[in-house]
């Protein structure tokens, strides 16, 4: 068993059958039929098939789907065009009309929209539990029960998820779990070393790692992949050539990038929870994160993502600091999205915004005076320094 930074490498080179060392991308929507009835009707129906149709795969998305498919220690992987073509897909080859999902109280806006709105439609009921409760999982389940979706750490909360206490419960109860492993990364945490049935990413985050593709993944059984992948062809949610080939030459220094930004995290939250300005940090990787002791049994590493709460007497106040803060950084961009090398910012109750109402953002940990950061690959000294001049313009 080879080291993860060699499998970042070399996995799924079987697939590239060119003489090329970086694979070819495969600009082509169609392949040349085989000479056989028997293989062409192999080819038509046979799940991922690399070389009939761009929708039901390439040779690429074969071999990034193998690679993320080891990292996250499953037996198959489905490339799809964005996260919630992930999210989505993976739910709905799971439910049926007349099911129930347990979910979390904080998920990520899209995710959160999903449930409430669009599950309902289909006749599937949600409920949520505490993620921070283990009590509120098991209190929520129901005879119709059929998934608990999870995601850990939350966004943009950073509430962790027990996930070898859902993982036993669900599988006691024969109930599938899925987990969002976006804000954690495999480096950082495999949700199904603690008995998680599918994983799905936002690969345009930590797995791209450079803010120019957005694509996503689901990560599970071959049986689960291949269910999600019929209904990803009626979807058509199918992830394009180029963005495959820019994910996979991303996903080859993903262990490189990420173990830098846990560093590079960890050390500016250290930083500013010293900060007068700042009414406090979330991150997990702080022994002042209530779930700090959780997180270390779970995670490798605690992720580049973290929050600040900024200081005020009152709301307005805090939104106002908030801002100013936003309009002074020079290094960190008030951009959405995350994991990329670059340090982005942004405020989640702006971005939130018409979205959710202002008891679901408070209900998920969102005020105006959090910032949720996104840290990167710069240096250390240049990231506080940052925020060290732009606190210096904060006036009330």
Same mark, same amino acid.
């Given at each position: 068993?080879?080291?993860?930074?060699?499998?970042?490498?070399?996995?799924?080179?079987?697939?590239?059958?060119?003489?090329?060392?970086?694979?070819?991308?495969?600009?082509?929507?169609?392949?040349?039929?085989?000479?056989?009835?028997?293989?062409?009707?192999?080819?038509?129906?046979?799940?991922?098939?690399?070389?009939?149709?761009?929708?039901?795969?390439?040779?690429?998305?074969?071999?990034?789907?193998?690679?993320?498919?080891?990292?996250?220690?499953?037996?198959?992987?489905?490339?799809?065009?964005?996260?919630?073509?992930?999210?989505?897909?993976?739910?709905?080859?799971?439910?049926?009309?007349?099911?129930?999902?347990?979910?979390?109280?904080?998920?990520?806006?899209?995710?959160?929209?999903?449930?409430?709105?669009?599950?309902?439609?289909?006749?599937?009921?949600?409920?949520?539990?505490?993620?921070?409760?283990?009590?509120?999982?098991?209190?929520?389940?129901?005879?119709?029960?059929?998934? #608990?979706?999870?995601? *850990?750490?939350?966004?943009?909360?950073?509430?962790?998820?027990? $996930?070898? /206490?859902? +993982?036993? @419960? &669900?599988?006691?109860?024969?109930?599938?779990?899925?987990?969002?492993?976006?804000?954690?990364?495999?480096?950082?945490?495999?949700?199904?070393?603690?008995?998680?049935?599918?994983?799905?990413?936002?690969?345009?985050?930590?797995?791209?790692?450079?803010?120019?593709?957005?694509?996503?993944? #689901?990560?599970?059984? *071959?049986?689960?992949?291949?269910?999600?992948?019929?209904?990803? $062809?009626? /979807?058509? +949610?199918? @992830? &394009?050539?180029?963005?495959?080939?820019?994910?996979?030459?991303?996903?080859?220094?993903?262990?490189?990038?990420?173990?830098?930004?846990?560093?590079?995290?960890?050390?500016?939250?250290?930083?500013?929870?010293?900060?007068?300005?700042?009414?406090?940090?979330?991150?997990?990787?702080?022994?002042?994160?209530?779930?700090?002791?959780?997180?270390?049994?779970?995670?490798?590493?605690?992720?580049?993502?973290?929050?600040?709460?900024?200081?005020?007497?009152?709301?307005?106040?805090?939104?106002?600091?908030?801002?100013?803060?936003?309009?002074?950084?020079?290094?960190?961009?008030?951009?959405?999205?995350?994991?990329?090398?670059?340090?982005?910012?942004?405020?989640?109750?702006?971005?939130?915004?018409?979205?959710?109402?202002?008891?679901?953002?408070?209900?998920?940990?969102?005020?105006?005076?959090?910032?949720?950061?996104?840290?990167?690959?710069?240096?250390?000294?240049?990231?506080?320094?940052?925020?060290?001049?732009?606190?210096?313009?904060?006036?009330?």
């Amino acid at each position: 068993m080879n080291h993860i930074e060699t499998d970042l490498i070399h996995s799924g080179n079987a697939f590239n059958t060119s003489r090329s060392v970086v694979p070819p991308i495969y600009q082509t929507a169609t392949y040349y039929a085989p000479p056989g009835v028997d293989e062409f009707i192999e080819a038509a129906t046979a799940p991922r098939y690399p070389h009939f149709y761009q929708r039901h795969g390439n040779p690429v998305s074969s071999q990034t789907a193998e690679l993320l498919a080891r990292l996250e220690g499953k037996e198959a992987a489905l490339l799809t065009a964005t996260g919630m073509a992930a999210i989505s897909t993976a739910i709905l080859s799971i439910v049926k009309a007349g099911d129930h999902v347990v979910a979390q109280l904080s998920h990520y806006s899209a995710a959160g929209i999903f449930l409430r709105e669009v599950l309902p439609q289909f006749g599937i009921s949600v409920s949520y539990a505490d993620q921070r409760d283990n009590n509120s999982f098991r209190e929520a389940i129901r005879e119709n029960t059929t998934l #608990i979706y999870l995601e *850990t750490p939350s966004n943009p909360n950073l509430a962790i998820t027990d $996930l070898a /206490f859902v +993982g036993t @419960l &669900a599988r006691g109860n024969g109930i599938t779990t899925i987990c969002d492993n976006t804000f954690a990364s495999p480096i950082n945490q495999r949700p199904g070393d603690f008995g998680i049935d599918i994983v799905v990413h936002s690969a345009t985050k930590y797995l791209g790692g450079h803010s120019d593709l957005t694509a996503g993944v #689901i990560c599970g059984t *071959t049986e689960a992949i291949n269910i999600a992948w019929k209904k990803l $062809l009626s /979807f058509g +949610g199918a @992830l &394009a050539p180029f963005d495959t080939w820019l994910l996979l030459r991303g996903l080859r220094t993903l262990a490189m990038r990420v173990r830098q930004i846990n560093e590079n995290a960890l050390q500016l939250a250290q930083w500013l929870e010293q900060q007068p300005l700042v009414r406090r940090v979330i991150y997990s990787g702080l022994p002042s994160h209530p779930q700090h002791e959780l997180a270390k049994t779970q995670m490798r590493g605690f992720t580049g993502m973290l929050c600040i709460e900024v200081d005020g007497k009152d709301e307005q106040q805090q939104f106002h600091r908030a801002q100013n803060i936003l309009r002074q950084l020079k290094i960190f961009a008030n951009a959405a999205s995350l994991g990329g090398v670059e340090s982005l910012i942004v405020h989640p109750a702006s971005m939130w915004g018409k979205h959710h109402s202002k008891q679901e953002k408070e209900r998920a940990g969102i005020n105006e005076g959090l910032l949720r950061i996104s840290v990167g690959i710069e240096h250390i000294d240049d990231l506080i320094a940052d925020f060290a001049q732009a606190f210096q313009y904060v006036n009330d």
